[in-house]
């Protein structure tokens, strides 16, 4: 999983627009732009390969049970170079600056935009100008262009020097005797890890497209980004034919298009049966991976592959397409030439599949098939949110107005009147400072050394601010550059809205608060100590090149 501390500090960034003045913002500010990085960094013996411009993410592997498998958890870890996080971040980013949050700064965005234009998706033609990328930078590779995980890369390429290590320094800290705990898992991620050769997909270039629609909205006051921006992501049609080319189309004859994995097919059945019932049935749904079976077969043999050779539907994935193209046909100067009756069937029909799983709770009952990419549940729901608020908001387009008009009643209609609920099912209330906040799965299942039951809820703060985002953007507009909250809106959500940020502006400033995998002081100190007395020295030798807090704790 992707798990850094800056993805949630700008999800944190954004709603808290009351406080955008406050300590608490401009430090989590700071530590964003402080933590860009800088230049590129080679790979070297524990020290991970590093692109200038991006911004940290980190894999991890989700161990849990007793206090040493959650130490695992915690400082385990590879550094991943891949775009999607900086791309999130450049549009976080903005959405701040839009609001008057914090001000972001051209340089900052261009030398995101410098790096993240490697990433476009070379399998594709014209994909100069193409907003069509890829997770991982490419590399040519028997004519075919393949996207890899650098590090884990250099982790697996010796399969044998690799599990060496992870023995070698389990020994060096005291915890030999895990090896039998965690080999099958370890030896799962690296087959897991030996077939990411992916092609390019629908979630990435819609993060892009997210991207171009804040910079366009602010060209004057990031002229050099927004240049560079439109330069790269000017042919909408190339990546419009994509998706439609690559759709899954379940009443199709054609098996490469009427195939998909049966974990998607088992969570729409009841959706399809619906559409089925019709006169001449048509379904068309926007698949993760801009690939099928046919162009999968042509490219295996130069390593390029769908994971599991099969594309699916992951609604999150869809949930931030529709962003994309809604922002895109709201910006579009002229009716745009790319939103043909195919693609437009498969935008309306992504919305109708997002609003059947949230009034049927669907969502709720298998996210494990609905939400691939993203195990979140909150995610999904701000995802749907996202585009809630911005068509309540100031937005007058030009052209396909009727169908914008469509898609804001029925995602307002759902996300207020079923989702609302949802969410606030899930919050939980601290009896004692009235705190509100929402749980997820990360150290949920951690046991004492005894066996017992101890949850250490990990992803509280990530969570909490997750599920705020989609209450604020499910029930604000922005009206005269600032958050106002709609006169319908139930007391039930704005005391929700109060009582959650207030409680992340606790979890920001106290350290008895895990704020996702960042460390606090005193908790390292606390949880080492249980360990060998050498094993502090030797977490700082083996593991702090990977881990910049770490390295920030021992430099005091």
């Known amino acids: 999983a992707q798990r850094r501390l800056e993805r949630l500090l700008y999800l944190f960034l954004f709603f808290d627009v009351a406080l955008s003045q406050s300590p608490t913002i401009n430090y989590l500010h700071q530590q964003i732009l402080s933590s860009q990085i800088q230049q590129d960094e080679p790979y070297s013996w524990l020290h991970w390969e590093k692109k200038a411009g991006l911004w940290p993410s980190e894999v991890r592997m989700n161990f849990f049970g007793k206090p040493e498998m959650r130490l695992l958890r915690d400082e385990f870890s590879i550094f991943d170079d891949n775009m999607f996080i900086s791309g999130w971040i450049s549009q976080i980013l903005l959405e701040c600056t839009e609001l008057g949050t914090i001000p972001a700064n051209d340089d900052v965005l261009f030398a995101a935009l410098q790096t993240i234009q490697r990433f476009k998706d070379q399998n594709q033609i014209n994909f100069e100008t193409s907003p069509s990328f890829v997770f991982w930078e490419q590399k040519n590779h028997d004519g075919a262009f393949v996207a890899t995980p650098t590090n884990l890369n250099h982790v697996i390429s010796d399969e044998e020097a690799g599990v060496t290590y992870i023995q070698w320094l389990l020994n060096e800290i005291g915890l030999s005797w895990l090896w039998k705990d965690i080999a099958t898992q370890v030896q799962e991620m690296m087959n897991m890890a030996a077939s990411f050769h992916i092609p390019g997909d629908i979630d990435d270039s819609s993060c892009m497209l997210g991207f171009r629609s804040l910079l366009t909205s602010q060209k004057d006051a990031f002229p050099k980004s927004y240049k560079m921006m439109a330069s790269m992501t000017s042919n909408m049609s190339q990546l419009a034919s994509e998706m439609v080319t690559y759709a899954y189309r379940p009443f199709s004859n054609d098996v490469s298009q009427n195939t998909i994995d049966p974990r998607s097919y088992y969570f729409l059945h009841p959706f399809i049966q619906q559409r089925a019932s019709q006169p001449n049935p048509s379904l068309i749904l926007f698949p993760t991976w801009l690939m099928d079976l046919d162009i ?261």
């Not at 052209?399 to 609302?420: C, G, H, P, S, Y």
């Not at 099912?425 to 906040?437: I, M």
């Not at 604000?476 to 929700?496: D, K, Q």
């Open 296 to 556: 999968n077969r042509k490219l295996f043999e130069k390593g390029v592959a769908m994971p599991f050779n099969i594309n699916n539907i992951d609604a999150s994935v869809n949930a931030n397409a529709i962003y994309g193209i809604t922002m895109s046909l709201v910006q579009s100067e002229t009716d745009p030439d790319w939103f043909t009756g195919d693609f437009q069937q498969g935008y309306l029909d992504g919305i109708s599949m997002i609003v059947w799983s949230i009034e049927s709770k669907r969502i709720l009952e298998r996210p494990d098939l609905a939400l691939l990419y993203y195990p979140p549940l909150f995610d999904f729901f701000w995802f749907t949110a996202r585009t809630v608020h911005k068509l309540n908001s100031e937005i007058s387009p030009k052209f396909q107005v009727e169908i914008l008009n469509r898609v804001k009643n029925d995602l307002t209609r759902v996300m207020r009147d079923f989702a609302t609920d949802q969410i606030l099912n899930f919050a939980k209330t601290d009896p004692n400072s009235g705190f509100v906040f929402w749980d997820d799965f990360l150290g949920e299942a951690d046991l004492t050394f005894f066996g017992n039951p101890d949850p250490h809820y990990d992803d509280r703060v990530f969570t909490t601010a997750v599920a705020l985002n989609a209450l604020y953007d499910t029930w604000t507009i922005r009206s005269g550059g600032s958050l106002v909250l709609v006169p319908e809106t139930p007391a039930l959500v704005a005391s929700t809205l109060q009582s959650g940020v207030a409680y992340l502006n606790w979890a920001i400033s106290t350290s008895e608060a895990r704020l996702y995998n960042t460390r606090q002081e005193m908790d390292i100190q606390r949880r080492v100590s249980c360990w060998k007395a050498h094993a502090t020295s030797l977490l700082q030798v083996h593991l702090g090149s990977h881990l910049p807090n770490f390295q920030r704790l021992y430099a005091r």
